[in-house]
């Protein structure tokens, strides 16, 4: 499942149908990156410029030139070099992204610094996304400075650079049918990929040894990495956010926390689930459990077009707040530990983020300064949790380290929602059963 080339050629429509008159976008590929000697880390194409294009090779450029009769997409990518072809794999040259990617025109990336002031020369304005890459502002710098030079000669050189991050993340926000069925995929597979995690699990199992049961199933049903590094957290662990040295042995009577998802043609899911290593969940375990679960429950029903993203995020702050006080973990009232931020030291984080092409994806949370409503075409991670220290001491010990998130993929359709990840369980009831098979 793929997006189509005719996808990619309506964003690069899109984009430019939005950009002023006489303007240029640049828009740069990702570059290999050492691992170590001799070795790279894995490519993975850069999201904003994949997202035009759907071409995944290192060291190419971008330009969008609207209303170019010569051509308004250019791309500078690698040429063919047979006896690099040998060492390194096929390059689709210049010719092959005319072919197959849509370029109206293409050159070698040797002669981008030749080329590049006859096609930025005139433009008034340059959209271009500065810091990205130190390396690439440079050569930006001396193209323009290149024009410059040649002002007696009655060569203009684009007055105004704009940040081209709104104009691409408004659009990237907005997932369009192609990306939603990539996406249901992409929930589909992670979700297995966790509910064979619960059956493999047991005691005496070292955490990568459960990441590798879903790393397997990620590879065999077409998505060879990870969106992001797995967790495995088992025990203590749990309580680390980040946590993924996933290297310690998975305990009887210890929680796992397992936040994973798989990359489906540059689309991510992203799901975690909390469950017993045992496959029975201890009084204290499913009491804070049940709280987290109907906090996410009731976050994911509230989610609509026209409620605002932080009310989402408010709603879990209340739940899980009242929750603490009932379980006797924060003592006051409601409304002074919200204020006060109490809560924070059993849950410090949002309720989610946006979800696409990077597992924190794009797009502003906020529009002129107030929080954005929820709109059609959106997806968003709703992942309440609750985390116990084992160091803390406020708190009687049969409470610490316990770690407990759930965590689904949610698209804002035009009456509610729907969930993407929906198909891994998570009541206490269904979990256990699962694991009793």
Not at 139 to 154: C, E, F, Y
Request: with cysteine; aromatic share 8%.
């Amino acid at each position: 499942m793929r997006i189509s080339q005719s996808g990619f050629a309506a964003r690069r429509q899109q984009l430019m149908d939005q950009m002023a008159p006489g303007s240029v976008a640049i828009i740069p590929a990702a570059a290999d990156v050492p691992r170590n000697r001799d070795v790279e880390y894995p490519f993975r194409q850069d999201s904003d410029f994949y997202y035009l294009t759907g071409f995944n090779e290192p060291d190419a450029l971008l330009l969008l030139i609207p209303g170019r009769s010569e051509g308004q997409v250019v791309i500078f990518c690698r040429d063919r070099d047979p006896e690099m072809e040998i060492w390194n794999g096929y390059r689709a040259g210049p010719e092959g992204v005319c072919k197959q990617y849509g370029a109206d025109q293409a050159y070698p990336v040797a002669e981008m610094d030749e080329r590049m002031a006859e096609l930025l020369e005139g433009r008034a304005r340059l959209y271009y996304s500065m810091g990205s890459s130190e390396a690439l502002d440079g050569q930006v710098r001396d193209w323009l400075n290149s024009i410059r030079k040649k002002a007696r000669l009655g060569a203009v050189a684009p007055s105004e650079i704009v940040m081209l991050d709104h104009l691409l993340h408004e659009m990237r926000l907005f997932k369009s049918a192609e990306e939603i069925e990539v996406m249901r995929a992409a929930g589909r597979i992670s979700a297995e990929a966790h509910v064979r995690a619960m059956k493999a699990c047991q005691p005496g199992l070292l955490e990568y040894q459960l990441e590798a049961e879903i790393t397997h199933h990620f590879a065999m049903n077409g998505c060879r990495l990870p969106a992001y590094s797995s967790i495995v957290g088992g025990g203590d662990n749990a309580c680390v956010l980040h946590y993924t040295e996933n290297r310690d042995e998975l305990k009887n009577g210890d929680l796992v926390l397992i936040d994973a998802g798989c990359e489906l043609d540059y689309y991510a899911g992203d799901i975690t689930r909390t469950f017993p290593v045992s496959g029975k969940f201890s009084p204290e375990q499913q009491a804070v459990y049940e709280l987290v679960l109907k906090s996410q429950l009731a976050c994911i029903e509230a989610i609509r077009p026209g409620v605002p993203w932080i009310r989402i995020h408010d709603l879990s702050v209340e739940i899980l707040t009242q929750g603490l006080i009932d379980l006797g973990l924060l003592k006051g009232d409601l409304e002074g530990l919200i204020e006060s931020g109490a809560y924070k030291a059993f849950y410090m984080h949002r309720i989610g983020h946006w979800l696409g092409m990077d597992v924190h994806d794009v797009g502003d949370y906020k529009v002129n300064g107030d929080w954005r409503p929820l709109e059609p075409g959106m997806v968003m991670t709703v992942e309440p949790g609750i985390y116990i220290s084992p160091q803390n001491e406020h708190v009687d010990k049969r409470w610490r380290g316990i770690g407990i998130r759930i965590e689904d993929d949610v698209l804002v359709t035009e009456n509610g929602y729907e969930i993407l990840s929906a198909g891994v369980p998570k009541s206490v009831a269904e979990i256990e059963q699962l694991m009793a098979r």
